[in-house]
């Protein structure tokens, strides 16, 4: 590693979140370093920010001395752990927390004791100050860390969290040269896979970065293989894999020329082989602009057909609202499912319906990744039995600002999807 | 990129301030780390910054242990931050107080700027170590930073800037 | 304990230089620490994450002692918060409180510890936490010597108990501009 405090991870808060997550914090660091700036919604001058390792908030525990503006006091628990502190909307406008958090031989095999500095000022006579003493009771190497606000409010905008690595050598040579892996063309994106060289003492990189050699704009970085480099359908790349630390730069072999004329590209698909409640997709990569899940499908209750639904990120709250209409070459029909948790999205034939029949559903999700947008789909769908069937056209909208990193397909009215049913994501560039 | 020293001052012995001015707004954090003995018989770290000294904006509170008692108290609608971080002229010789402050995101113009400040003096049978925490209501980036009222030739501040990190890690 | 070759300070290579690192590899008798330290910084800091195998306050020496320690210390305990002081000690302790049995983290900051006209002010941490019982304490320590400061050795009050395999040290220099 190349200098002391090296920024490994810096996130701002959107403002519709409660929990700020850091994963796959890499482990060849000596100790961590947190620095945080916090406000929350909550109603009150100041909060707490649970302390949260590898998913968990278990085998915490913790002693403080605080003050309150106007005494001092010793508090403890011996379950949890508050790791920093928030202010809160009633605290001056414009104030945010200040923490400092210090985790000693974070990825080694013994347990855990940090030290917390957290002040949470506004102008006013209560304030509250805190240094902590947090012992968590595992020796599992930290891998991610996580911050959710104690009372679950969402982080104001302009909430930051930055993670520094701590390193007790000091690099006195260039990395050595990654060995490049393969270079894959997966619509919109290529993965550069590639093997980091960090054998030698005192010549370690700090982060891997793929930057086209002639273009250049903007690189893609990373920490493991492999990297993700945005591309452009119809444009010619080559690139190498660097490894970057403060002494230089050192770079593996050229990826050589890379075209890619596909910009839609399989993620996964799921092939049902027997009566299956529910389909789940996932952690789905981020680096697309849009997705489409393509449904063939047959229900297994016992009437002529049902409803599934999908719901995104494991929300099973009343976050949803979708709409339908319908036609089944006699009537049209329409309906409406309002602030729901079963959003009707898609209709099958199921036991009653000829054998052999499967329906089908085309789902488009633009914009999947944004934090500005509430997340709308629209579906294609339909069947036909040779003498009944229907087409519908559904539109379905998720009431969140989060990227969307899982969809769930429910059986719901289908009771489950059958053998012979199958369901492909694809990513849009 | 990570934490890199911007500039140092020395005190001169008599009334005037460390001063540090046209701070660089390509950093995200600073730090200033003090030692202190005031040219006067008092204990006074005083600051503000961009030449903001004269209103009532700054607050600040401390918590704070003097070898026999811990207690907390602050101070809203201030003129500047007024902490007692230095030893006093007429205090043991040679022997001089310890501030480490930090100012996260100081050049964001959404936020207030909040400090964190750790001092202490000890003189080897009286002492005083605080934790501080300070708000100066503005939202301009910080471009100066001014201490007074005026150290001995021993005493220096250095500030620092601290980076940031491109990547998210989410 | 090895100081690492002085890579020479560089403006690409920020504020705080790793100088020595050690991991203690079994029951090591305290006594142990850095010699030799480079004059080049503006002020040392070492982060020590240690347990002992008895119930012992930490210690530290400051180029192999004959000066006079002092410290104030603002604690909590989990149950109150308090203040203490300890004067015209022959060595400075990390933290007024015994460290039971338990790992524990010192951050310790040596301002100007490469000064010739002024006593070192150390402004220090100390945390350990054994599931309610423990103290977590800031710190202001003075040595009394206008000697720079040369090595640092880790010790205990009574100096014979030991470090438990395992504990690490950590010595940084954190430099100034120009240095």
């Given amino acids: 590693m190349s200098v002391f405090l090296q920024p490994i991870y810096t996130q701002t808060a959107p403002g519709n979140s409660s929990e700020i997550t850091f994963n796959n914090i890499p482990q060849n660091f000596t100790d961590l370093l947190i620095v945080v700036s916090a406000r929350a919604g909550i109603a009150a001058l100041s909060d707490g920010i649970i302390a949260k390792f590898n998913g968990s908030v278990s085998n915490f525990s913790f002693l403080s001395v605080e003050g309150n503006g106007s005494a001092a006091s010793s508090g403890s628990s011996a379950t949890t752990a508050n790791i920093a502190r928030t202010n809160g909307s009633t605290a001056t406008a414009n104030s945010y927390a200040s923490s400092v958090i210090y985790i000693p031989n974070y990825s080694r095999g013994n347990t855990k004791q940090i030290t917390v500095s957290t002040v949470s000022e506004t102008n ?125 730069t050192s770079t593996s072999a050229m990826s050589g020329s890379l075209t890619s004329y596909n910009n839609f590209a399989s993620i996964a698909t799921q092939v049902i082989t027997s009566n299956t409640s529910s389909i789940v997709f996932r952690n789905i990569p981020q680096y697309y602009s849009h997705l489409q899940l393509r449904v063939y499908a047959r229900g297994s ?29 006699i009537t049209t029909a329409a309906a409406a499912y309002v602030n729901s948790a079963q959003p009707l999205s898609m209709n099958f034939p199921c036991a009653n319906s000829s054998a052999n029949i499967f329906g089908y559903a085309v789902i488009d999700i633009m914009d999947y990744t944004s934090t500005n947008k509430f997340k709308t789909s629209r579906i294609m769908n339909g069947w036909d039995n040779n003498s009944t069937g229907n087409c519908f056209v559904f539109s379905h909208v998720w009431n969140s600002f989060a990227p969307i990193s899982s969809i769930t397909l429910v059986g719901w009215d289908i009771a489950n999807f059958v053998s012979g049913s199958h369901v492909a994501l694809y990513g849009i560039g | 990129m990570s934490m890199f020293p911007i500039a140092t001052a020395a005190g001169t012995g008599g009334a005037g301030s460390f ?66 971080g230095a030893t006093a002229s007429t205090d043991l010789a040679n022997a001089n107080g310890a501030l480490i402050i930090d100012v996260l995101d100081y050049s964001n113009t959404n936020k207030f700027k909040t400090i964190r400040v750790s001092a202490g003096w000890d003189l080897n049978g009286s002492g005083r170590v605080w934790q501080w925490s300070g708000l100066w209501r503005n939202t301009n980036a910080i471009t100066s930073w001014i201490l007074t009222p005026g150290f001995s030739t021993t005493s220096r501040a250095d500030l620092y800037g601290i980076s940031t990190s491109f990547r998210t890690g989410a | 304990m090895p100081i690492l070759p002085l890579s020479g300070a560089a403006s690409t290579k920020g504020a705080y230089i790793p100088l020595g690192s050690y991991t203690f590899p079994n029951s090591t008798l305290t006594g142990t620490g850095f010699s030799n330290i480079p004059q080049g910084y503006q002020d040392l800091m070492f982060v020590l994450n240690y347990s002992f195998t008895d119930s012992v306050a930490p210690a530290f020496i400051i180029n192999s002692g004959g000066f006079t320690y002092s410290i104030t210390a603002l604690a909590g305990n989990g149950t109150s918060a308090y203040s203490n002081r300890t004067s015209n000690y022959p060595y400075g302790l990390l933290s007024q409180y015994a460290t039971t049995f338990t790992t524990a983290t010192s951050i310790v900051n040596i301002m100007n510890y490469a000064s010739t006209s002024t006593f070192k002010t150390i402004l220090h941490t100390n945390s350990f936490n054994r599931i309610l019982s423990g103290s977590t304490d800031i710190n202001v320590s003075l040595v009394q010597t206008l000697s720079p400061v040369t090595s640092v050795s880790f010790s205990t009050a009574d100096g014979t108990k030991f470090f438990q395999a395992g504990s690490t040290v950590t010595l940084y220099g954190i430099r100034s501009v120009n240095q």
């Fill in chain 2, 19 to 84: 001063n540090f001015l046209s701070i660089p707004q390509t950093f995200t954090h600073l730090q200033l780390r003090m030692i202190a003995r005031d040219y006067i018989a008092a204990n006074a770290v005083y600051h503000y910054f961009n030449f903001d000294s004269a209103g009532t904006s700054y607050s600040q509170h401390y918590l704070m242990g003097d070898g026999a008692t811990a207690f907390a108290t602050g101070a809203s609608n201030q003129p500047y931050f007024a902490m007692d």
């Fill in chain 1, 124 to 248: 006013a006579t209560t304030t509250f100050m805190n240094f902590y003493s947090i012992f968590w009771n595992d020796r599992s190497p930290i891998t991610s860390i996580s911050f959710p606000q104690n009372s679950g409010t969402n982080y104001t905008s302009d909430s930051t969290f930055t993670i520094y690595g701590v390193s007790n050598i000091y690099d006195t040579g260039t990395p050595l040269a990654p060995t490049l892996g393969a270079v894959t063309d997966l619509g919109g994106v290529a993965s550069f896979a590639f093997t980091p060289n960090d054998t030698a003492t005192g010549q370690t990189a700090d982060y891997y970065s793929v930057q086209d050699i002639a273009i250049m704009g903007t690189p893609a970085y990373g920490n493991v293989s492999p990297i993700t480099f945005p591309i452009t359908t119809g444009v010619t790349y080559n690139a190498p894999v660097k490894a970057v630390n403060v002494i230089g």
């Fill in chain 1, 301 to 329: 209750t016992n009437a002529t057909s049902g409803y599934p639904y999908h719901i995104y990120n494991g929300d099973t709250s009343a976050n949803y609202s979708s709409h339908f209409m319908t036609g089944n070459g």
